[in-house]
């Protein structure tokens, strides 16, 4: 697929090994109202449109407790996104490291979000703040690390991260 | 390698499909003072210690530019963890759901940081922050998306995920 794209002035490619050292299993899929990347945000807003989380029925149980926390980690597949760029060049004309930025070109394309939650109805996360085209692959939920406990039950690090 | 394991009161596992969705590819290594899971601790703290990210000389260049900031977001796969329960016990006796908690125990573990940059020498990063055990592999590194743009070019939305 990388050969069938442009470069912009600068980028640089590599050729990455097999990505073989671990694997994945989606857990979920994303629906948001973005259906392609042009119009996709390129970072996600917490006052931004509300967007479902869809869970496998497998995983169900492993919501259970979720609904306390008001922001949630989310990880998911950018599974649209080459992988082999080294430097590349944003609309802005610069050349940076693909580590400095938050592209969702990258060896490994996962994308994470902090998303305020609405509420949660049978597999269905109701949430704000994602950035990702609908369809999205999902691989993990988490509390966010920043508020990683429910109200009312503050372990004595909970605000080590900040 | 579940079935060696044992369970706590109220854990509940499942039989997830084959992990065959995405692959990985590991860039690197993560070395920290923690030799066994006992001693990592539960949630990095920025003052906590030093700790050194190894990235592969392959993605060199895709570091440039990430000593601009302060914060990075470090993930890293949790080599070591089942990926089987649904329901899980801390030790505090409460049973929760997997994706209620930040357990390195997921369907897919995958572990995330806000680390402290220190320093950049070559292709050793020296961060504050971290909580896996010495090894651990390393899967993407970016400007951690509370302060994702260098210090001078603040896009108009900087601020908006918090």
Redesign the interface.
Known sequence: MASEQEFRAGE?A?T????????????GRIRTPWMSKKET???????GPECQIEILP?????????E??EFV?V?Y?L?LSR?DL??QSPKDGT????????SPV???P?G???VRLLGIEGNILRVQ?LDCLDGT?L?????D?CR?SPLGDVPD?AQ???
């Open positions: 640089r590599v990455p090994p097999e990505p073989n050292d671990a694997a994945l299993t989606f857990i945000p390129r970072q996600g807003r917490l006052d497998l995983w169900l149980p492993a919501l259970q407790g979720l306390a926390y980690e990880l597949w599974h992988r080294v430097l050349v940076r490291g693909t580590f400095a930025m938050r990258r060896p490994n996962i994470t979000s902090k703040g692959p691989i993990d939920l988490k509390p690390r990683f690090n080590s991260p900040d």
